[in-house]
């Protein structure tokens, strides 16, 4: 009897319907996408300066080899 209702389980678990992802399910759900663009007039995202040019790095850059130990 119980291999029955063990068999039975795995038939069961093996053939039920696999459920989606949940960022599929909420994929579907959308609509429509809209996207606030208000953010960039912000004052302060106003007051930030670009960087022209990434400094480069000045001093000792890592080890030869640094995968060995210490």
């Known amino acids: 009897m119980v291999l029955i209702l063990s068999a039975g389980f795995i038939l069961w678990w093996g053939f039920k319907p ?18 606030n663009f208000d953010i960039f007039q912000n004052p302060l995202l106003k007051q930030l300066n670009l960087i022209e040019k990434t400094p480069s790095f000045e001093g000792i850059i890592g080890r030869e080899n640094p995968f060995i130990p210490f």
């Open 18 to 35: 696999k459920e989606e992802p949940s960022e599929i399910l909420i994929l579907k759900r959308l609509k429509k996408i809209e996207i």
